[in-house]
C-alpha cells in the first residue's frame, strides 16, 4: 500500500517486539495502527476529551481502541479489505479527529491523524461527494465566489432552502450554517508599528497570521490582536488570505479533514512560501484559530514539505502561548482596567488546544488581567469537528457530544456570562446548541483595557 501521508516517524516503532502485532500491510502505517495496546482506558469515562464518539455511544467499535481493532483486523487480510470493510467505514465516520487519544492515550495512539490517511486511500477508490468538496473547499470558494456568502445568509433564513439543502446535498436543515462577516480581515497595510515601546527597550517584530476562519468569520478577533500585540510594543507584519494578489492563502485544514492530501500540499507549499521571509528572519507566526495553526505545527509536517514546513513548525504559536511566554519574560504588561469585565467568563477549549496543553496558556493569561472571574468548562468535543455538526447523518451526535457537559454548563452559567471559545467551529456549535455568542481570547482582553 502506498501511503499518501509521511509515516516514518513510526519506522523503528514495535520493531524487534514479537508483541507488538503489527499488520501486515501498510508500512510505516500499520506501526502507527499497532502503537495500541489495547488497554482498554480508552473505553473508561472520566474527564479530559477522549473519546466523544465512544461517550455517546457507549459502543466499543467507536473508541480508538476498538477502530485499531478493526483496523488491524483489514489490515493484515488485504488493500481491498482496508479500503471496503463496512465495519471499519462506520468506525472512522464517527471519529471526529479530536486528538484526544493523541494526547491522552497511554501510547499516543493518533487516529486524527489514521483518518486522515484512511480517506485518502478511500479518496483513490470512489470521488468525493458534492457536500464533502463544497465543504473542503469553502473558504477558498466563499472568497473566490462572493455570492455563496448571500446564498448562505438566504439559505440560513428560508425554511425552504434548508430542507432542498439536506435532500439536495445532505447539509442538516435544522442548523445554521456560519455567516461571513459583512467586512473579513484583510487590510491594505502589510506592517504595523508597535503603539508602545517594548520593555526589553529593543526593536520587535511578529507575524499575525490570520487564517480563513478568522478573517472571513469573526475578523474582531484578528482587529483586536493586532492592536493588543501592538501596544505590547511589537511591530506587526500581518498575512491574510489575500496578502498575495492571484492566490488565496489558506492553512489548508478543511482539505486534510476530507483526505485531501495533494491539495492541502499545494496550499500548504503557497503558504509557507508567503511566510518564508519572515521565518528566515525568525519571527514567530502568530495564529488566533487553534486548528487552522496548530496544522502548520503538526499535519504540515507529515505532508512531506522539507525544511522550510520544519522551520515554520518551530515559529508558528497560538496567540495564548505568545501572550503567556511574553508574559515570563516580563513584557505584554497591559494597562488593563481592575474589574472593568464585571461579568463571570467561561472559557471552552478547542480539542486541538487541549491536545497540546495550550488551556495552561490561556488560564495564564487570564490571570494577568486583575479582577477578572474566569473557570473553565469540563468538556469534550464541542461536536461541531469542523463540518461533522453540520452534517445531515451526523447532526445527532454531535448534539449529543455537545450535550455531554458543554451545553449543561452554558445552560448553568448566568445570563450574563461571557463566554470565551477560539476554535471557530466551538463557536458556532454554542450559539446553535446553546444560543450563547463567543468572542475570542484577545477580544475578552481588549475589553478588560480604558475605552
Ligand atoms: S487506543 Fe490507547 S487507550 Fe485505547 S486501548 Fe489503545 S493504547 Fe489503550
Ligand atoms: S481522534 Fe478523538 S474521536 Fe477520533 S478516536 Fe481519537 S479520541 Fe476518538
Redesign the pocket.
Same mark, same amino acid.
Given at each position: 500500500m502506498k501511503t499518501e501521508l509521511d509515516w516514518s516517524d513510526y519506522k523503528d516503532s514495535g520493531m524487534g517486539d514479537a508483541y507488538a502485532d503489527i499488520p501486515k500491510i501498510g508500512g510505516d502505517f500499520a506501526k502507527a495502527v499497532a502503537v495500541c495496546i489495547r488497554s482498554g482506558v *480508552?473505553e473508561q469515562h472520566g474527564r479530559g !476529551?477522549? &473519546? $466523544? =464518539?465512544?461517550r455517546v455511544t457507549e459502543n466499543p467499535l /467507536? =473508541? $480508538?481502541g476498538g477502530?485499531v481493532t478493526v483496523l488491524k483486523k483489514v489490515l493484515n487480510d488485504s488493500e481491498d479489505a482496508f479500503l471496503k470493510d463496512k465495519e471499519l467505514a462506520e468506525a472512522m465516520d /464517527? &471519529? !471526529? #479527529? +479530536?486528538?484526544? *487519544?493523541?494526547r491522552? +492515550?497511554e501510547n499516543n !495512539?493518533d487516529? #486524527?491523524q489514521i483518518?486522515i490517511e484512511y480517506l485518502a486511500q478511500k479518496n483513490k477508490l470512489e470521488p468525493l461527494s458534492l457536500r464533502s468538496k463544497l465543504f473542503a473547499w469553502s473558504s477558498i470558494l466563499l472568497y473566490r465566489y462572493p455570492i455563496l456568502r448571500t446564498l448562505i445568509r438566504l439559505r440560513n433564513r428560508s425554511s425552504l432552502l434548508r430542507w432542498l439543502g439536506e435532500k439536495t446535498f445532505g447539509i442538516a436543515a435544522k442548523v445554521a450554517l456560519p455567516e461571513v462577516a459583512e467586512k473579513p480581515f484583510q487590510p491594505e497595510e502589510v506592517t504595523y508599528m508597535p503603539l508602545a515601546p517594548h520593555p526589553s527597550g529593543e526593536a520587535k517584530e511578529v507575524v499575525l497570521w490570520a487564517d480563513s476562519f478568522s478573517s472571513l468569520f469573526d475578523p474582531k478577533q484578528a482587529e483586536d490582536a493586532l492592536y493588543l500585540l501592538r501596544l505590547a510594543g511589537f511591530q506587526v507584519h500581518i498575512v491574510h488570505p489575500l496578502s498575495h494578489r492571484g492566490t488565496i492563502l489558506d492553512s489548508g485544514r478543511a482539505l486534510l479533514t476530507f483526505g485531501l492530501v495533494d491539495e492541502t500540499r499545494q496550499v500548504a507549499k503557497q503558504l509557507i512560501g508567503s511566510l518564508l521571509p519572515f521565518l528566515n528572519a525568525d519571527m514567530p507566526i502568530i495564529g488566533l484559530e487553534p486548528s487552522s495553526l496548530l496544522m502548520l505545527r503538526d499535519e504540515y509536517k507529515t505532508l512531506g514539505l522539507g525544511e522550510n514546513a520544519l522551520k515554520l513548525a518551530k515559529h508558528a504559536v497560538l496567540f495564548e502561548e505568545f501572550v503567556s511566554a511574553e508574559l515570563t519574560r516580563g513584557g505584554f504588561n497591559l494597562p488593563y482596567i481592575d474589574g472593568k469585565i464585571a461579568k463571570p467568563v467561561l472559557v471552552h477549549g478547542h480539542?486541538h488546544e487541549k491536545a497540546i496543553g495550550a488551556m495552561k496558556s490561556i488560564r495564564r493569561v487570564l490571570k494577568s488581567v486583575p479582577g477578572l472571574d474566569f473557570s473553565f468548562i469540563e468538556s469534550s *468535543?464541542c461536536g461541531m469537528a469542523g463540518t461533522f455538526g453540520l452534517e445531515a447523518e451526523h447532526v445527532e451526535y454531535s448534539h449529543q457530544m455537545a450535550q455531554q457537559a458543554l451545553v449543561p454548563a452554558l445552560q448553568a452559567a448566568p445570563p450574563e456570562a461571557l463566554v470565551v471559545s477560539n476554535g471557530f467551529g466551538c463557536a458556532h456549535q454554542i450559539r446553535v446548541t446553546s444560543g450563547r455568542s463567543t468572542c475570542h481570547l484577545a477580544t475578552l482582553l481588549r475589553q478588560a483595557l480604558a475605552e
Open positions: *480508552c !476529551v477522549m &473519546c $466523544p =464518539s465512544f /467507536l =473508541s $480508538p477502530r /464517527l &471519529c !471526529v #479527529a +479530536c486528538k484526544g *487519544c493523541k491522552e +492515550c !495512539v487516529m #486524527a483518518k480539542c *468535543c
